[in-house]
Nanobody, 120 residues
Framework: QVQLAESGGGLVQAGGSLRLSCVAS????????MHWYRQAPGKQRELVAT???????NYVDSVKGRFTISRDNAKNTVYLQMNSLKPEDTAVYYC??????????????WGQGTQVTVSS
């Protein structure tokens, strides 16, 4: 079994910073592309940032210059450093990844989500 577990969410004032982490565990052979999504109340889930296995990154326009996605392949972990946070960043943040297990089967996995609340 493979699982993703996020941590690092919380309550922060506007202009502050948070660092989210997502650890993959289980019978992992390799981790391919990894994403951070977010979903605000009453809104659709939104892709926030992507990082490939080679380290290439991409961001939604609204977070460019403020958020940084990174990964530590040795620790099966992806991070999202969020700076200059705004109230509109308030959402549940989800980790998502395409992971190949020891049987060489690749599937898409989601974490349980971590709440980020930015007060004005």
């Amino acid at each position: 079994q493979v699982q993703l577990a996020e941590s690092g969410g919380g309550l922060v004032q506007a202009g502050g910073s948070l660092r989210l982490s997502c650890v993959a565990s289980g019978s992992i052979f390799g981790i391919n592309i990894m994403h951070w999504y977010r979903q605000a109340p009453g809104k659709q889930r939104e892709l926030v940032a992507t990082i490939t296995s080679g380290g290439s990154t991409n961001y939604v326009d609204s977070v460019k210059g403020r958020f940084t996605i990174s990964r530590d392949n040795a620790k099966n972990t992806v991070y999202l450093q969020m700076n200059s946070l705004k109230p509109e960043d308030t959402a549940v943040y989800y980790c998502n990844a395409f992971i190949t297990n020891l049987a060489r089967a690749t599937a898409n996995y989601w974490g349980q989500g971590t709440q980020v609340t930015v007060s004005s």
